[in-house]
C-alpha cells in the first residue's frame, strides 16, 4: 500500500523586497523573515502598497527513500508573475496570481543534503515601466485597485512525494437525473503493463456506496468511470450532503497512488424566469464578499475562520455570496460545501482590453473552472463586473467579445449559470443566463427613487440589455437586483485594540472613506453633543443601515418577478464599511433580526406615509412571499400593534413556492400619545400556519404625533411673503402680521436685500432655503449646495443626515438620525461653510458622509447685525407643514428655536 508523503512548506522563509526590481539573488545582503502564506502587503509596515520584485528563499531536507520517485513542488497562488530556482538550478515560471501550479523537480534534489528553493515574484502597480511584460492594466487583478496590491505567495506551498506515475486532481461529474457520477482520471505519465485505475464513492456518513475498477491499457492516460449512486442526498444549503470519490491507481495489483475530493449532487439552471436549484425555486439571498481578512488581506486565517464567518452568514439569513472579482483560496469554496452557501464566482478584472488581456481572461476563467470544479457550492461565474475592463457602451467588438466569453464559459461548464456583465448603468448584459443589475440609493434620503427603480426592474426594462441590436435576450432570464446596500460604521475602538489597523491610513484618495481619525472627527464637528458618545453613533449608523435595508429588501419582495438580491456586502473591507460583519467578523448591531426580512419565507408590510395623528387611520398594505421548502398550507397573519388595542387576523391563502401574494390590507387608528410629545409605535406581524407554527415574522415602525406639535406657539406672530404659506398659517391659527414689524417672526423662501437689512436691524428670519437662490443677499461663510452630483447625495457611501433631540426638537420621535418619518422632509440642499465652532453650538441639524467626512448643516443659526437667520434646508413646502405631522413638528420648532428656546 503507498500514499503520499507531504512536507509543507508554510511557515517561515526569508524574504527581500526590492523595489526597482534590480538585484539578482546573489546581490542580496540581507534578508527578513516572512510568513508563508500571506503577502508581503500584510506582514511588513513599510510594505503595506508595496508594488515591485519579492524574493523568497526557503531551505530543506528530503529523505533518502524519494530517490526514484516523482517530487512535486505546488503552489497554491503567488501574485503575479513567479520564477523558481531549485539549487541554483532553473525550474521554471507562472503567470497569474490566483491559480494553482506545480513542479517536478526531483532530478534537482539532493537527497542527504540541504536543498534551497528560490522565487522571484513580480508584482507590477499601476503604470509600472518596469515590468512591461505584466502591465497592471491587462492583467486580472480584481479588487487591489480599490483596497491595495496583493503580492507575493499568499497561497500554500508544499513538497510532495509521489510514484512515479501518479493521479491528477480527479473531475467529479454528478448526473442526478441518472443517480450516476462520472469521474474523469488522469495520470502524469502513459499507463504501464498491469496497471488498473480504481474509484470509490463514498457517502455523507462514510459508508461505501459505489465502487468500480478499470484496467488501463497501455499508453492510456486518461479514463472515465461512470458508477451508479441510487438513493443520493441532494446537496442544498439546508442539507449539504457531501460525497467523497477517491481513485486509486494499481500497480500490479497493489496501490501505488490515490487521490480524492468531496463533491455534491446539485443542480442549477434559469428557467421561466426563476432560478432552479434541484429542480426547485429558490429565491437568492446573498451578500456580496470581498473575501479580505484582517491581518491577513488575501489569505484566510484557517478554515475554522471560513466556517464561522459562513455560520453568521447563515444565521442573517443569507444562502449564497457572490465572491467579488477574485478567485479566492480553495478552502473558501470548500467550507462554503460544508456549511452549506450557495457562492457566484467571478474573474478578477483587468482595465484595458487588448489581445494580451483577452488571453489571460481566458486562461484564468479555464484555470478557475479546472481547479473548483468539483464544488457543488458554486453556482455561477461571472465574466465581467460593471464593464469594468471593457467599454460596452462604444466598442462593438467588446460586445462581440464578451458574447464569445459568454458561449466559452458555457461551454466549458454547462452545469452552472454564466453571467455575462454584472452591470450598472450605463453598461448592460449582451448574453446571460441572469438579468442582473447594480443600483445604489441612500434610504430614507432617496426612498422613493429606490422604490420606482425597483418597479421599473420588476417590469423587465430593456435597458439592462445592448441597444445596439447585438443583444440575445430570451426575456426568461430570472430578474436578480446584484448589489445594492448601505453603510453602518463599524467600531473603531473595537477594531485598533491591538492598535490601529494599517488601513485606516488608506482611502485618503476617495475623499469621503479615510478612516484615521474618526474619532477625533466625532469630537471636533461636536457630534458627541448628539449622540452622546462615539459608541452610540456607531450603534445608530448600523441601525439606519438596517432600516435601510429593510427598506430595500421589503420592496423586492413584494415583486414577484424579482428572483434575488445581493447585499453590498457580508462584511466590512478596509474603508468600505457598508457590511453586514465588521472586519474583523463582529456581527453588527441588527445581526439578530435581519433573517426576519431575509428569509425563504416573509410577510411584508407596505405603507404610503410613516407619520400619522393620534386616531388617524393607518392603513397597511400586506403582502406574503414563499420559497420555503415545506409548504405552511393555509393560514393567517396575526397583527397588534404595541401599547394599543389595535390587533386582529388577515387569512393567507395556501401559498406555492415561489409565489408572491397581496392580502387583505390592515387598518387601524394611530395610538394615542400623552402629552405634546411625539413617539415612535409599532405594528408587529405574524405569519401563522394552521396548527399555530410561526412561517415568518415582521414589524413596522410609524410615528404618532399630536396635534400639540403644529399648533401655533403661545405670543408668536409670523410674517411672510409666500401666499401658499400665508395661508397654511392661518388655516393653522398662525397670528400674521402684515408687515415686517418688531418682535414678528419672518419666514421666507429667499434673502433679498431688503430682508437681509431688517435682520441686520435686529429682526428675526427663519430661512426655509430650497436651494442657492435662497441666499440672493448672500451672508458670510454660508452658501446653500445642492446635494445631487456630490458626496452628501450619499447613495454610495452613505450619508447619515441628523437632528439634536434636545428642545424645541423634543416633539419629533426617533433620532438622532433621520428615518422614515422624515422622509417627506429630507433635503436635498445643504449648508456649507460652516466651521466645527458653528457645529458646537449653532448647528442644530446637519449631515456628515461615510467616516465622518464632509459635515455640513441642515439646520444652522447665523447671527447678522443685531438680528438672526435660522437657515433651514429641510423640504417644508406649505402644505406638507399642513399635512404632514413631520413637516408641521418641524416648523414649529424652528419657529420655537427663534423664539429663544435653547437647542
Given at each position: 500500500?503507498?500514499?503520499r508523503?507531504?512536507?509543507s512548506?508554510?511557515?517561515?522563509?526569508?524574504?527581500?523586497f526590492?523595489?526597482?526590481?534590480?538585484?539578482?539573488?546573489?546581490?542580496?545582503?540581507?534578508?527578513?523573515?516572512?510568513?508563508?502564506?500571506?503577502?508581503?502587503?500584510?506582514?511588513?509596515?513599510?510594505?503595506?502598497?508595496?508594488?515591485g520584485?519579492?524574493?523568497?528563499?526557503?531551505?530543506?531536507?528530503?529523505?533518502?527513500?524519494?530517490?526514484?520517485?516523482?517530487?512535486v513542488?505546488?503552489?497554491?497562488?503567488?501574485?503575479?508573475?513567479?520564477?523558481?530556482?531549485?539549487?541554483?538550478e532553473y525550474?521554471?515560471?507562472?503567470?497569474?496570481?490566483?491559480?494553482?501550479?506545480e513542479?517536478?523537480?526531483?532530478?534537482?534534489l539532493?537527497?542527504g543534503?540541504?536543498?534551497?528553493?528560490?522565487i522571484?515574484v513580480?508584482?507590477?502597480?499601476p503604470d509600472?515601466?518596469?515590468?512591461?511584460?505584466?502591465?497592471m492594466?491587462?492583467?486580472?487583478?480584481g479588487?487591489?485597485?480599490?483596497?491595495?496590491?496583493?503580492?507575493?505567495?499568499?497561497?500554500?506551498?508544499?513538497?510532495?512525494?509521489?510514484?512515479?506515475?501518479?493521479?491528477?486532481?480527479?473531475?467529479?461529474?454528478?448526473?442526478?437525473g441518472?443517480?450516476?457520477?462520472?469521474v474523469?482520471?488522469?495520470?502524469?505519465t502513459?499507463?504501464e503493463?498491469?496497471?488498473a485505475?480504481?474509484v470509490e464513492?463514498?457517502?455523507?456518513?462514510?459508508?461505501?456506496?459505489?465502487?468500480?475498477?478499470?484496467?488501463?491499457?497501455?499508453?492510456?492516460?486518461?479514463?472515465?468511470?461512470t458508477?451508479?449512486v441510487?438513493?443520493?442526498?441532494?446537496?442544498?444549503?439546508?442539507?449539504?450532503?457531501?460525497?467523497?470519490?477517491?481513485?486509486?491507481?494499481?500497480?500490479?495489483g497493489?496501490?501505488?497512488?490515490?487521490?480524492?475530493?468531496t463533491?455534491?449532487?446539485?443542480?442549477v439552471?434559469?428557467?421561466?424566469?426563476?432560478?432552479?436549484?434541484?429542480?426547485?425555486?429558490?429565491?437568492?439571498?446573498?451578500?456580496?464578499?470581498?473575501?479580505?481578512?484582517?491581518?491577513?488581506?488575501?489569505?484566510?486565517?484557517?478554515?475554522?475562520?471560513?466556517?464561522?464567518?459562513?455560520?453568521?452568514?447563515?444565521?442573517?439569513?443569507?444562502?449564497?455570496?457572490?465572491?467579488?472579482i477574485k478567485?479566492?483560496?480553495p478552502?473558501y469554496?470548500?467550507?462554503?460545501?460544508?456549511?452549506?452557501?450557495?457562492?457566484?464566482?467571478?474573474?478578477?478584472?483587468?482595465?484595458l482590453?487588448?489581445e494580451?488581456?483577452?488571453?489571460?481572461?481566458?486562461?484564468t476563467?479555464?484555470?478557475?473552472?479546472?481547479?473548483?470544479?468539483?464544488?457543488?457550492?458554486?453556482?455561477?461565474?461571472?465574466?465581467i463586473?460593471?464593464g469594468?475592463?471593457l467599454?460596452?457602451?462604444?466598442?462593438?467588438?467588446?460586445?462581440?467579445?464578451?458574447?464569445?466569453?459568454?458561449?466559452?464559459?458555457?461551454?466549458?461548464?454547462?452545469?452552472?449559470?454564466?453571467?455575462?456583465n454584472?452591470?450598472?448603468?450605463?453598461?448592460?448584459?449582451?448574453?446571460s443566463?441572469?438579468?442582473?443589475?447594480?443600483?445604489?440609493?441612500?434610504?430614507?434620503?432617496?426612498?422613493?427613487?429606490?422604490?420606482?427603480?425597483v418597479?421599473?426592474?420588476?417590469a423587465?426594462?430593456p435597458s439592462?440589455?445592448?441597444?445596439?441590436?447585438d443583444?440575445?435576450?430570451?426575456?426568461?432570464?430570472?430578474?436578480?437586483?446584484?448589489?445594492?446596500?448601505?453603510?453602518?460604521l463599524?467600531?473603531?475602538?473595537?477594531l485598533?485594540q491591538?492598535?490601529?489597523?494599517?488601513?485606516?491610513?488608506t482611502?485618503?484618495?476617495?475623499?469621503?472613506?479615510?478612516?484615521?481619525?474618526?474619532?477625533?472627527?466625532?469630537?471636533?464637528?461636536?457630534?458627541?453633543?448628539v449622540?452622546?458618545?462615539?459608541g452610540a453613533?456607531?450603534?445608530?449608523?448600523?441601525?439606519?443601515?438596517?432600516?435601510?435595508?429593510?427598506?430595500?429588501?421589503?420592496?423586492?419582495?413584494?415583486?414577484?418577478?424579482?428572483q434575488?438580491?445581493?447585499?453590498?456586502?457580508?462584511?466590512?473591507?478596509?474603508?468600505?464599511?457598508?457590511?453586514?460583519?465588521?472586519?474583523d467578523?463582529?456581527?453588527?448591531?441588527?445581526h439578530?433580526?435581519?433573517?426576519?426580512?431575509n428569509?425563504?419565507d416573509?410577510?411584508?408590510?407596505?405603507?404610503?406615509?410613516?407619520?400619522?395623528r393620534?386616531g388617524?387611520?393607518?392603513?397597511?398594505?400586506?403582502?406574503?412571499?414563499?420559497?420555503?421548502?415545506?409548504?405552511?398550507?393555509?393560514?393567517v397573519v396575526?397583527?397588534?400593534?404595541?401599547?394599543?388595542m389595535a390587533?386582529?387576523?388577515?387569512?393567507v391563502?395556501?401559498?406555492?413556492?415561489?409565489?408572491?401574494?397581496?392580502?387583505?390590507?390592515?387598518?387601524?387608528?394611530?395610538?394615542?400619545?400623552?402629552?405634546d410629545?411625539?413617539?415612535?409605535?409599532?405594528?408587529?406581524?405574524?405569519?401563522?400556519?394552521?396548527a399555530?407554527?410561526?412561517?415568518?415574522e415582521?414589524?413596522l415602525?410609524?410615528?404618532?404625533?399630536?396635534e400639540?406639535?403644529?399648533?401655533?406657539?403661545?405670543?408668536m406672530?409670523?410674517?411672510?411673503?409666500?401666499?401658499r404659506?400665508a395661508?397654511v398659517?392661518?388655516?393653522?391659527?398662525?397670528?400674521?402680521?402684515?408687515r415686517?414689524?418688531?418682535?414678528?417672526?419672518?419666514?421666507?423662501?429667499q434673502?433679498?436685500?431688503?430682508?437681509?437689512?431688517?435682520?441686520?436691524?435686529?429682526?428675526?428670519?427663519?430661512l426655509l432655503?430650497?436651494?442657492?437662490?435662497?441666499?440672493?443677499?448672500?451672508?458670510?461663510?454660508?452658501?446653500?449646495?445642492?446635494?445631487?452630483?456630490?458626496?452628501?447625495?450619499?447613495?454610495?457611501?452613505?450619508?447619515f443626515?441628523?437632528?439634536?433631540?434636545?428642545?424645541?426638537?423634543?416633539?419629533?420621535?426617533?433620532?438622532?438620525?433621520?428615518?422614515?418619518?422624515?422622509?417627506?422632509?429630507?433635503?436635498e440642499?445643504?449648508?456649507?461653510?460652516?466651521?466645527?465652532?458653528?457645529?458646537?453650538?449653532t448647528?442644530?441639524?446637519?449631515?456628515?458622509?461615510?467616516?465622518?467626512h464632509?459635515?455640513?448643516?441642515l439646520?444652522?443659526?447665523?447671527?447678522?447685525?443685531?438680528g438672526?437667520?435660522?437657515?433651514?434646508t429641510?423640504?417644508?413646502?406649505?402644505?406638507?407643514?399642513?399635512?404632514d405631522?413631520?413637516?408641521?413638528?418641524l416648523f414649529r420648532?424652528?419657529?420655537?428655536?427663534l423664539?429663544?428656546?435653547?437647542?
Open positions: 500500500m503507498y500514499s508523503i507531504r512536507i512548506f508554510d511557515g517561515s522563509w526569508r524574504f527581500h526590492d523595489p526597482a526590481g534590480e538585484l539578482s539573488v546573489n546581490q542580496i545582503k540581507q534578508w527578513r523573515t516572512a510568513y508563508v502564506p500571506m503577502p508581503w502587503q500584510a506582514q511588513f509596515p513599510d510594505l503595506h502598497e508595496a508594488t520584485v519579492g524574493w523568497y528563499r526557503k531551505s530543506f531536507h528530503v529523505p533518502a527513500d524519494w530517490l526514484g520517485h516523482a517530487v513542488l505546488h503552489f497554491g497562488a503567488v501574485d503575479y508573475y513567479a520564477q523558481v530556482w531549485v539549487n541554483d525550474i521554471g515560471d507562472h503567470e497569474g496570481g490566483y491559480l494553482p501550479f513542479f517536478e523537480i526531483g532530478d534537482h539532493r537527497v543534503q540541504r536543498n534551497e528553493i528560490t522571484q513580480v508584482d507590477p502597480g509600472d515601466e518596469r515590468y512591461p511584460d505584466f502591465p492594466a491587462e492583467i486580472p487583478h479588487k487591489q485597485s480599490w483596497y491595495g496590491p496583493i503580492g507575493g505567495i499568499w497561497q500554500s506551498v508544499w513538497l510532495e512525494k509521489r510514484y512515479p506515475i501518479y493521479l491528477h486532481p480527479i473531475r467529479i461529474t454528478p448526473d442526478p441518472r443517480a450516476q457520477v462520472a474523469d482520471v488522469r495520470l502524469s502513459p499507463a503493463p498491469q496497471m485505475v480504481e464513492i463514498t457517502g455523507p456518513t462514510g459508508e461505501t456506496v459505489a465502487r468500480t475498477e478499470h484496467k488501463l491499457a497501455v499508453g492510456n492516460a486518461a479514463v472515465s468511470l458508477l451508479q441510487p438513493g443520493f442526498a441532494w446537496w442544498s444549503p439546508e442539507s449539504p450532503a457531501l460525497y467523497r470519490a477517491e481513485a486509486r491507481l494499481l500497480h500490479q497493489e496501490v501505488v497512488d490515490r487521490t480524492g475530493d463533491f455534491g449532487f446539485r443542480t439552471e434559469a428557467r421561466d424566469g426563476q432560478i432552479l436549484l434541484n429542480g426547485r425555486p429558490i429565491y437568492l439571498r446573498s451578500a456580496l464578499d470581498q473575501d479580505y481578512y484582517p491581518g491577513t488581506i488575501a489569505t484566510p486565517p484557517s478554515e475554522g475562520f471560513l466556517e464561522d464567518q459562513f455560520r453568521k452568514a447563515k444565521e442573517l439569513g443569507l444562502n449564497c455570496l457572490r465572491i467579488h478567485a479566492g483560496d478552502r469554496y470548500r467550507a462554503a460545501d460544508r456549511v452549506g452557501l450557495l457562492i457566484w464566482s467571478e474573474i478578477p478584472n483587468w482595465d482590453l487588448t494580451k488581456a483577452k488571453a489571460r481572461a481566458k486562461a476563467l479555464e484555470g478557475m473552472i479546472e481547479r473548483d470544479w468539483n464544488r457543488p457550492s458554486i453556482i455561477a461565474w461571472s465574466i463586473n460593471e469594468w475592463g467599454d460596452l457602451p462604444n466598442d462593438a467588438t467588446h460586445r462581440a467579445w464578451l458574447k464569445e466569453m459568454y458561449a466559452y464559459a458555457k461551454q466549458l461548464d454547462p452545469h452552472r449559470l454564466i453571467v455575462d454584472s452591470p450598472c448603468s450605463p453598461n448592460f448584459h449582451v448574453k443566463d441572469l438579468d442582473d443589475y447594480h443600483v445604489y440609493r441612500a434610504i430614507p434620503d432617496h426612498y422613493r427613487e429606490f422604490d420606482e427603480w418597479e421599473t426592474f420588476a423587465r426594462p439592462t440589455y445592448s441597444p445596439f441590436g443583444a440575445e435576450r430570451t426575456g426568461q432570464e430570472p430578474l436578480v437586483v446584484s448589489e445594492f446596500g448601505n453603510w453602518g463599524p467600531d473603531a475602538d473595537l485598533s491591538d492598535g490601529e489597523p494599517w488601513w485606516f491610513e482611502g485618503a484618495e476617495r475623499d469621503v472613506v479615510y478612516p484615521h481619525g474618526v474619532q477625533d472627527r466625532f469630537q471636533r464637528w461636536g457630534l458627541d453633543r449622540f452622546g458618545d462615539y453613533l456607531v450603534e445608530a449608523t448600523q441601525w439606519h443601515q438596517y432600516r435601510a435595508l429593510k427598506f430595500e429588501i421589503e420592496a423586492m419582495r413584494r415583486r414577484g418577478s424579482i434575488g438580491y445581493v447585499i453590498t456586502e457580508f462584511t466590512d473591507v478596509h474603508w468600505e464599511c457598508n457590511g453586514l460583519l465588521d472586519m467578523r463582529r456581527p453588527k448591531a441588527f439578530h433580526v435581519l433573517r426576519r426580512i428569509a425563504d416573509v410577510v411584508i408590510p407596505e405603507v404610503d406615509r410613516w407619520t400619522y393620534p388617524e387611520q393607518v392603513t397597511v398594505r400586506l403582502w406574503v412571499s414563499r420559497y420555503g421548502v415545506a409548504s405552511p398550507g393555509p393560514g396575526r397583527w397588534w400593534v404595541d401599547q394599543s390587533k386582529g387576523e388577515v387569512p391563502p395556501d401559498v406555492e413556492r415561489s409565489q408572491v401574494v397581496q392580502l387583505k390590507s390592515i387598518t387601524f387608528p394611530a395610538p394615542a400619545v400623552e402629552g410629545v411625539g413617539r415612535q409605535a409599532r405594528l408587529w406581524l405574524r405569519w401563522e400556519d394552521a399555530g407554527r410561526v412561517v415568518a415582521n414589524d415602525t410609524f410615528s404618532v404625533l399630536p400639540g406639535t403644529r399648533a401655533p406657539v403661545p405670543g406672530t409670523l410674517w411672510t411673503p409666500d401666499d404659506l395661508k398659517f392661518r388655516d393653522l391659527g398662525w397670528p400674521l402680521s402684515d415686517l414689524a418688531p418682535g414678528v417672526i419672518a419666514v421666507a423662501r434673502l433679498g436685500e431688503k430682508l437681509r437689512g431688517w435682520v441686520r436691524d435686529g429682526g428675526r428670519l427663519l432655503a430650497d436651494g442657492p437662490e435662497a441666499l440672493a443677499a448672500p451672508l458670510p461663510r454660508v452658501r446653500i449646495t445642492p446635494r445631487r452630483g456630490t458626496a452628501w447625495q450619499g447613495d454610495w457611501a452613505s450619508s443626515a441628523w437632528l439634536r433631540r434636545t428642545e424645541p426638537y423634543t416633539a419629533l420621535p426617533g433620532g438622532p438620525l433621520l428615518d422614515l418619518s422624515f422622509s417627506r422632509v429630507i433635503p440642499h445643504v449648508i456649507t461653510g460652516l466651521s466645527p465652532w458653528d457645529f458646537q453650538g448647528v442644530d441639524a446637519g449631515l456628515f458622509v461615510g467616516w465622518i464632509k459635515p455640513v448643516g439646520i444652522a443659526r447665523r447671527r447678522y447685525g443685531r438672526e437667520v435660522l437657515i433651514s429641510f423640504h417644508l413646502e406649505a402644505e406638507e407643514i399642513r399635512e405631522p413631520t413637516a408641521g413638528a420648532a424652528l419657529v420655537l428655536r423664539k429663544g428656546v435653547d437647542a
